[in-house]
């Protein structure tokens, strides 16, 4: 039998009612949860340079690695898929590594995504934290990487130049919109990921599939050109990949924008972000329990 | 500022225990295909807290005691917050700063100033606010030049003194301490009790779970006994070590 008292020792006003506070399963909680993580900003920007600094401690080149292992990717790739489609390398190098510098962002977002509870398990056991912390800590990171990244896009850009102009600013926008969906993603793949543990080797799988999918090592365009294919083709725009690709790689390479792809990435935006605070309302409060 | 409080009416809570089978979509997938109502009830639970009832007010010095696997972890969790009771209700206002595994929230490759700071941004600080508090961590901790070190090359007692050190200096509302705290010389020891005492005198409400008798008497007035995921007794700290541990453990310190 539990006896209560209070810290005087004496014998607890069980009648006072307990402040009404929203329960586990609120939007309140979800919304709090989401904003606390956020005004903890300095911590997770923290968090995420050191993320970033522990992967090249110790080494000379430090975070450089990432724009160099990039541009070898990129380059190899470039030369190999332009020679098998027989594209004009001024063009196609540039183009490879774009879409490269894109999808690894995305990449990133989806496959961490997945593993942010479980790799911040300790964390998450030990120390009360908002949830969305650790969302915002991977987000930003996949940030500072694209930043990395990016060093190799400009180098590009000066040797290969470019017809950009004021609407390539719209890669801007392009970007910010990128990383609002690396949030939702990070929050619905991650709370399911955590409740059942075969989820993010069957994502790590078919990102994999995904990149071989999307244009970013071959040129769709280049297949609408030949009839045999073109029909075939149209396929690739069921890739939802493709439209997030698309809107920030046509600024940034200075060709003409195509606003099919801002709307279905519009569309998708809000879908994902609305079952993702469905989901946060839902199993905030599980994860720990979960993990 | 409103005084912290703890309030716990009716809480429990259930681990859901997934064996590599059951945490796996498969199973979920068939279950559902089969008919079947959803695994979520065939999943074995662990009542690791039921019929919790608690208030604790400013001034609050508890000592939880109990055997291993009792339940005193996992109540100061359900207390930090950490854990939201699967059903009643847990209510905590003030500020929480939890001491419970020291490995947790700090980075080995990174230096014990850097800890520190990460320490103290986890417990809700600003960087400017951990800035100004270093020296006075440092002060306390007394690990001088080492605090420029990596944190690997810490022995266990210098990281609860880092430890320690944040979770004091950043004036909490309510001190969660989990044991393990004992791996600290003595001297430090002494020192580190003052400054608690001190702590929650000036404001607060500290919970101590631990199977030291002597420091539970020198930090804490009241107790509460766990037993098997509930409290078993909870009264004047005297009263609940006599009944846990068979004899009057605390005439029996003051006798040395």
């Known amino acids: 039998m539990a006896v209560t008292v209070t810290a005087e020792g004496g014998p607890a006003e069980q009648a006072r009612p307990l402040p009404d506070v929203p329960g586990p399963r609120s939007w309140t909680r979800a919304f709090d949860d989401l904003s606390q993580g956020w005004r903890q900003r300095s911590l997770w920007g923290y968090l995420g340079w050191q993320d970033i600094k522990q992967r090249y401690r110790r080494s000379v080149l430090g975070p450089l690695w990432i724009s160099i292992s990039m541009a070898v990717i990129a380059t190899a790739m470039g030369i190999l898929y332009g020679a098998l489609f027989n594209e004009d390398i001024k063009t196609f190098l540039p183009y490879v590594a774009t879409g490269l510098l894109i999808w690894n962002f995305i990449q990133g977002c989806i496959l961490e995504g997945s593993e942010v509870f479980i790799a911040n398990e300790g964390l998450i056991r030990f120390l009360p934290a908002p949830l969305s912390l650790h969302v915002y800590r991977l987000v930003w990171r996949q940030v500072l990487f694209f930043a990395h990244n990016v060093i190799v896009w400009v180098i590009l850009m000066i040797i290969f130049p470019h017809p950009l102009g004021w609407m390539s600013l719209m890669a801007l926008p392009a970007f910010a919109v990128l990383v609002l969906n690396g949030g939702w993603i990070t929050i619905l793949s991650g709370i399911l990921a955590t409740r059942f543990r075969d989820i993010p080797p069957i994502v790590a799988s078919l990102t994999q599939l995904v990149f071989f999918m999307t244009p970013i090592v071959w040129s769709y365009d280049r297949l609408q050109e030949n009839p045999a294919v073109a029909e075939r083709a149209r396929i690739a725009e069921l890739n939802p990949v493709l439209h997030f690709i698309e809107i920030l790689r046509e600024p940034m390479l200075g060709d003409a924008i195509t606003w099919r792809h801002w709307i279905v990435v519009g569309v998708i935006t809000v879908v994902g972000w609305a079952v993702a605070l469905v989901c946060m309302r839902n199993y905030r409060a599980r994860v720990a329990y979960w993990v | ?256």
Request: hydrophobic share 40%; charged share 25%.
């Open chain 2, 1 to 256: 500022m409103t005084d912290p409080t703890i309030d716990i009416r009716d809480a429990r809570v259930d681990f859901p225990i997934f064996d590599a089978k059951s945490r796996s979509l498969k199973k979920a997938v068939l279950g559902k295909a089969g008919g079947r109502i959803g695994t979520e009830s065939k999943v074995p639970i662990i009542e690791a807290l039921r019929d919790i009832n608690l208030s604790l007010r400013k001034g609050a010095r508890v000592a939880l005691v109990g055997h291993n696997g009792a339940g005193k972890s996992t109540l100061l969790r359900l207390m930090s917050g950490i854990y939201e009771p699967t059903r009643g209700q847990a209510v905590v206002q003030g500020k929480v700063a939890p001491v419970f595994d020291l490995a947790v929230g700090m980075d080995p490759e990174i230096t014990g100033l850097d800890n520190i700071l990460i320490r103290g941004l986890f417990l809700g600080m600003t960087k400017k606010q951990m800035e100004s508090r270093v020296d006075d961590i440092a002060a306390f901790t007394e690990l001088g030049d080492y605090l420029d070190m990596p944190l690997r090359t810490y022995s266990t007692g210098m990281r609860v003194r880092l430890a320690l050190g944040v979770v004091t200096s950043i004036d909490p509302e309510i001190l969660l301490l989990d044991e393990g705290i004992g791996a600290v010389d003595a001297q430090f020891l002494a020192k580190a009790r003052d400054r608690l005492n001190e702590l929650v005198e000036r404001s607060g409400i500290l919970v101590f779970a631990s199977h030291s008798d002597e420091f539970l008497a020198d930090l804490c007035d009241t107790a509460i006994w766990m037993e098997h995921g509930t409290i078993r007794e909870h009264g004047p700290l005297r009263e609940v070590l006599h009944h846990y541990k068979g004899h009057d453990v605390l005439a029996e310190l003051e006798r040395r």
